[in-house]
């Protein structure tokens, strides 16, 4: 079964700093990847994902993240944090095919930003 | 952008109630949907998967016959908590696949389920 671990449940960088949220996936092949941002109370938005073009995928709100596969590793990354940044940010992975897929969370990563 | 709703966006009830939850996906056809559940401070665990037309697919471990979910209509998905307990309070949270990239899925705002 596919699984991401997301290595720290929270982080805290001041405003203007370097923000990198770290996620590891497990499979054999690889799959698409996901990160999801969710305010409070809210749902969840796409920030980016990854399905096989370009490695470096660009996102909404200046959030990339760089899939390696040699690592197993998609990590989320964003120049220069912004107090708004401040939220619940989640992996996620599915399978490949060509119809809905499933989607398995990472436990989350709280994302502080100080001012 | 496509969008998925949910109704009520929070509910409080008694213990031993029933609670229906609608998520609905306001300008384009869903033929399956997916429900989560997240408890506090946690991350968010697949429920069920609901198919249009057909009987939904559970998640091993979750009760069947206590989620009950009915997906009567391209738009329309239901999730019918029946007998409430305290240790049903959550947040559960519905999703769509995009049609045109079926790998991406749009979220509903979730619903807050408080049983007393």
């Known amino acids: 079964a596919q699984s991401v671990t997301q290595l720290g449940s929270h982080v805290s960088v001041s405003e203007g700093a370097l923000v990198l949220l770290r996620c590891n996936y497990s499979?054999?092949?690889?799959?698409?990847l996901f990160w999801y941002v969710q305010y409070p109370n809210q749902g969840l938005q796409l920030l980016l994902k990854?399905?096989?073009?370009?490695?470096l995928v660009k996102g909404i709100n200046g959030f990339e993240a760089e899939f390696k596969k040699s690592e197993t590793s998609f990590h989320l990354t964003k120049p220069s944090a912004h107090m708004s940044d401040a939220a619940e940010y989640f992996c996620?992975?599915?399978?490949?095919?060509?119809?809905?897929?499933?989607?398995?969370f990472g436990s989350g990563t709280q994302l502080t930003v100080l001012p | 952008g496509a969008v998925v709703s949910q109704h009520p966006s929070w509910v409080i009830c008694k213990s031993g109630t029933s609670v229906k939850i609608e998520c609905r996906s306001l300008?384009?056809?869903?033929?399956?949907m997916f429900w989560y559940r997240q408890f506090p401070k946690q991350s968010l665990m697949l429920m069920a998967t609901?198919?249009?037309?057909?009987?939904?697919?559970?998640e091993q471990g979750v009760e069947k016959d206590k989620f009950l979910i009915n997906h009567a209509s391209l738009t329309l998905s239901t999730l019918t908590v029946t007998s409430a307990h305290p240790e049903d309070s959550s947040f559960y949270i519905c999703?769509?696949?995009?049609?045109?990239?079926?790998?991406?899925?749009?979220f509903g705002p979730g619903t807050r389920l408080t049983v007393l």
């Open positions: 999703s769509a696949p995009n049609r045109e990239a079926y790998n991406e899925q749009f």
């Open positions: 499979s054999s092949v690889p799959p698409y």
């Open positions: 990854y399905t096989s073009a370009a490695t």
């Open positions: 996620a992975v599915s399978d490949r095919g060509g119809s809905a897929r499933q989607l398995t």
């Open positions: 300008d384009f056809q869903a033929t399956t």
């Open positions: 609901s198919n249009e037309g057909s009987k939904a697919t559970y």
